[in-house]
């Protein structure tokens, strides 16, 4: 080697060690704030950090998450995540939970060697072999010679570390091993115009270097925090678009880069932008006309490059307006809308003659609030139903888990309707009800427009293993107006008091079912006598075996305009093979409109036949856009279309309520709909429309988590 390649190879060797100094070992989890895991094994260590913590489990084998408590400096190790069977999550102020992210992710990085997922079936639907089984194939890779590959089960993995994905050997003994199918991280979620609500898992830029963590200042210092910046998805070391750049990107670990943007799949159809026509704040999303200067020159067209060359093109800045020669303020850095200019002599100019949005007056903005309302500092201390809010420093009649010592800077000095965990959702507060732990208050939006629900920061559990499973001895899915006798068991018949069925429901946890509001006369309403009777087949089958007829003990209304309903058990629901939960869906998940969904209840038949039955009816998902032309309406953000073209099954009168079911890729259901009361029944060549489920996840988890 000679002298030049050998101080070549020194001072890539000496840079290599730099940026492995500088790199943190927390980058290898995932951060859920304020998230406890109960019935777990711990090894507690006392006074250390929360790198040091990171550390000792990355050295550990069996070791896959930890707690952390920042203020008394206290880990514990685990050998469970949030996804491992028997293990609960739970709301804890004091406790962050810090998790493998190889454990808990359901995509994959590079060749698929690091996947620690549970995905134990192949692309094709066959089950996995255990790893450490012989038969029906002879597994080269046994847990014990590959003890780092966690081989202990029969879920996915690729202890070949060849090239490829992660796969198995399977059941089927024609079928020696066969790839499982799994996302590349890169691949979902894709991007959507500059990717400013990527909340996807990508943690490495286009030169592969690994991604800061957003909540460090090293070996980067910089300005971009998940406490100033609250809405961005400022999670972990993920590639993000906070700033508005021409797509996502994220500060290095190399200490020589400081950022770089990130490679990841663009998606095939940009979404329809709904602009402003007048100037809001600085105008990024100003969608109107004017196209001259406020000095009068006339805009160059954006496509152009004459007279002025630039970068601002509509495939840099995707979903920016950047079609015709309108004024537009494309990546946010300008004080208002502006344009290139036809004048060779004056390259840009402001458009700040555009005419601004109405503004709320002084005393109107003091009781509205904007965006999710953490920064609401009104005087409103009622409920959207009227009980008195608690003082957030009072523990009766309910012990809060947020007060003004723990979130200081929240507002929360008063008993005044706030927001310091950024409920999408709006202002809330505890309530002086001893029934009704905290309710949403009677605050409005300051644009008083249909919410759209961002990403959030805070923790949704993972999928239960043993959701969304039928009795395999049960018909998976069969042909409710159009439907035949079938199995649903997650479908409830809700009962009045006199014992008669009238809506359906969803189980979706051992005490919680999930329904359509107009099923009720009132909400909040009394459950006394209202019953949910689960396991049966008939709808007046009251004597079936398995069959659990469960009281009501609590209403829960669902957001503003959300028309949906929680419904509190009062008591745990025994889980067997007559009755089971349904999986709720994940936040980000992609919907496949070609897979199979079905939808079940004992309602009306339209003589069909079967009457009292519970019966299914298989459906599949349509388009929003198709959908709102056969319906001569627009489908909104928080709706979902399902239906078949020849209309054979279709939701009816005591249907209501119930769930649209669609088959993952583990072959589990999940539920993606509630079918709300909609005028007729069976129409030909109607697909219903559905309140879609995952746009109200954060207010379904937090009200089984904290009531």
């Known amino acids: 080697m000679g002298h030049r390649a050998t101080a070549a190879f020194v001072t890539s060797y000496v840079t290599l060690l730099s940026i492995l100094a500088q790199r943190s070992e927390l980058n290898s989890y995932r951060r859920l704030y304020r998230t406890e895991l109960s019935k777990v094994t711990t090894t507690v260590l006392e006074y250390v950090s929360a790198e040091t913590c990171a550390k000792s489990c990355s050295q550990r084998v069996k070791c896959r998450a930890f707690h952390y408590d920042k203020m008394n400096r206290v880990c514990g190790l685990l050998d469970s995540t949030s996804r491992s069977r028997g293990v609960t999550m739970h709301s804890d102020i004091l406790t962050d939970l810090y ?9 994959y990085t590079g060749n698929g060697s690091g996947y620690r997922g549970d995905k134990n079936s ?28 966690d081989l202990e089960g029969n879920s996915c993995r690729n202890p070949a570390q060849e090239p490829g994905e ?37 943690d490495h830029t286009d030169s592969q270097r690994e991604c800061q963590r957003w909540d460090l200042q090293h070996p980067h210092k910089h300005n971009y925090s998940p406490d100033r910046f609250p809405k961005a998805g400022l999670d972990d070391n993920y590639c993000r678009n906070p700033n508005g750049r021409m797509r996502p990107w994220c500060f290095t670990t190399d200490p020589h880069q400081p950022w770089e943007y990130c490679s990841i799949k663009a998606c095939p159809t940009r979404p329809a932008i709904e602009g402003r026509p007048c100037l809001e704040e600085r105008g990024e999303d100003y969608r109107g006309r004017v196209n001259h200067t406020k000095g009068g020159i006339p805009c160059q067209h954006w496509a152009a490059q004459h007279p002025h060359r630039h970068t601002y093109l509509e495939h840099n800045y995707p979903c920016s307006g950047l079609d015709r020669n309108y004024c537009r303020n494309p ?13 060779p002599s004056v390259r840009r100019q402001l458009c700040s003659h555009i005419p601004r949005c109405a503004q709320p007056t002084a005393a109107s903005l003091a009781e509205c609030y904007s965006g999710s309302g953490m920064a609401y500092r009104g005087g409103v201390a009622t409920t959207r139903h009227g009980r008195q809010c608690q003082a957030w420093n009072a523990t009766f009649p309910h012990k809060p888990w947020y007060t003004p010592k723990s979130h200081p800077g929240a507002g929360l000095e008063g008993h ?31 644009d008083g427009h249909d919410l759209h629900i961002p990403n959030t920061s805070i923790a949704l559990p993972s999928r239960k293993h043993n959701c969304g499973l039928k009795n395999p001895s049960q018909s998976l899915l069969v042909r409710i107006a159009g439907g035949r ?32 509001r107009d099923c009720f006369v009132s909400c909040p309403g009394n459950m006394s006598g209202f ?12 004597t079936h075996e398995r069959m659990q007829a469960v009281p009501f003990s609590h209403m829960f209304c669902g957001p503003h305009g959300s028309k949906l309903v929680m419904l509190k058990l009062s008591k745990q629901v025994l889980l067997n093979g007559s009755v089971a939960t349904i999986c709720l869906p994940d936040s980000h998940e992609d919907l496949d409109l070609h897979g199979e969904c079905e939808i079940s209840g004992f309602g009306d038949t339209q003589g069909t036949g079967d009457e009292g039955f519970l019966k299914t009816a298989f459906v599949s998902l349509v388009d929003a856009e198709k959908c709102g032309q056969q319906h001569n309406r627009h489908i909104r953000q928080r709706e979902i279309c399902a239906g078949k073209g020849d209309r054979s099954g279709d939701a009816c009168e005591k249907d ?13 259901f999940v539920l993606q709909g509630v079918m709300p009361p909609a005028p007729g029944c069976g129409l030909t060549n109607l697909p219903g429309v559905h309140i879609r489920v995952s746009h109200y996840l954060h207010w379904i988890h937090k009200i089984i988590r904290t009531t």
């Open 531 to 542: 019953e949910a009777w689960l396991g049966m087949a008939k709808v007046k089958e009251g």
């Open 122 to 149: 192949t692309e094709s639907g066959l089950p996995c072999q255990a790893w450490g089984d012989s038969e029906p194939h002879d597994s080269r890779y046994l847990p014990s010679f590959y003890p780092t590959f």
């Open 166 to 202: 992660p796969w198995c050997y399977t059941m089927d003994s024609n079928r020696r091993r066969e790839r499982c199918g799994i996302p590349r991280c890169d691949e979902v979620p894709c991007v959507e115009c500059r990717g400013e609500h990527y909340r996807g898992l990508v």
């Open 416 to 446: 005044s309707c706030r927001n310091p965990d950024g409920d999408p959702w709006g202002p809330w507060c505890f309530t002086s009800d001893p029934l009704l732990p905290w309710d949403y208050c009677s605050v409005e939006a300051c």
């Open 656 to 668: 209501y309520g119930g769930p649209l079911a669609c088959v993952d890729n583990n072959e589990r």
């Open 485 to 516: 006798r079938s199995h649903s068991p997650w479908t409830v018949s809700l009962r009045n008091r006199k014992k008669k069925h009238f809506c359906g429901g969803s189980l979706v946890d051992e005490r919680w079912v999930l329904s359509a």
């Open 331 to 343: 990546d946010g850095r300008e004080e208002a809308p502006w344009c290139f200019t036809v004048d």
């Open 99 to 107: 998790e493998r992210k190889e454990y808990v992710r359901g995509c």
